[in-house]
């Protein structure tokens, strides 16, 4: 079978998305809505949570449907996704990647590591979760998080 032909007999595959939730984000200095550039950041996970948000941007989940987009560097965000508790040594990094985004922005603790350090509570090399060092304005929880949830999560910031 020719590859055309089976990407017509096989359609659409992208998970049937459930009807917005209306539930926008408001930030004291301005709305995001629409389209978010959204910056990954990882200060220490175990590469869990980025497999499941590296999935909610693949073709099955496609967050970028909703207006919702991975850039490469801070200063092309409005969003940071933060994963993984805060380690000693990426302290410093989190606090120079929040200051290098522009404002109104906002940040997402991604994962139950990202909210209270996790499973990792405790270990030598953690220094604290997100909060303890930039303002966290929401948090998905889980270990990892489902792309379902990441997505729901995400839609939220472009209310769509
Ligand atoms: S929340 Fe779970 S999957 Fe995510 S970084 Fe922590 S241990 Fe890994």
């Known amino acids: 079978m020719s590859l055309f032909r089976k990407i017509l007999r096989t359609g659409r595959v992208t998970e ?17 809505r629409g389209s978010v550039q959204v910056r990954a950041v990882d200060v220490g996970s175990c ?18 449907r909703f207006g919702v987009r ?4 801070p200063r092309h965000a409005d969003v940071l996704c933060v994963t993984g508790p805060v380690t000693h040594n990426m302290v410093t990094p989190l606090v120079k ?19 209270n350090c996790g499973v990792f509570t405790g270990g030598y090399g953690v220094a604290g979760a997100v909060s303890d060092f930039v303002p ?20 939220r910031l472009t209310g769509r």
């Not at 991975?70 to 560097?73: C, D, I, K, M, T």
């Not at 929040?98 to 990202?114: F, N, R």
């Not at 990892?144 to 995400?154: E, V």
Request: glycine share 10%; proline share 8%.
């Open 70 to 73: 991975l850039v490469a560097s």
């Open 16 to 32: 049937r998305a459930e009807p917005a939730t209306g539930a926008e984000l408001m930030l004291a200095g301005g709305r995001l």
């Open 136 to 155: 966290v304005d929401f948090e998905i929880a889980g270990c990892p998080p489902h792309p379902d949830d990441l997505l729901r999560g995400l839609r």
């Open 97 to 115: 990647t929040y200051e290098a985004a522009a404002s109104p922005k906002l940040v997402v603790a991604v994962g139950d590591c990202a909210r």
């Open 47 to 64: 590469n869990g949570c980025e497999l499941e948000l590296a999935s909610t941007f693949g073709p099955v989940y496609d967050a970028e």
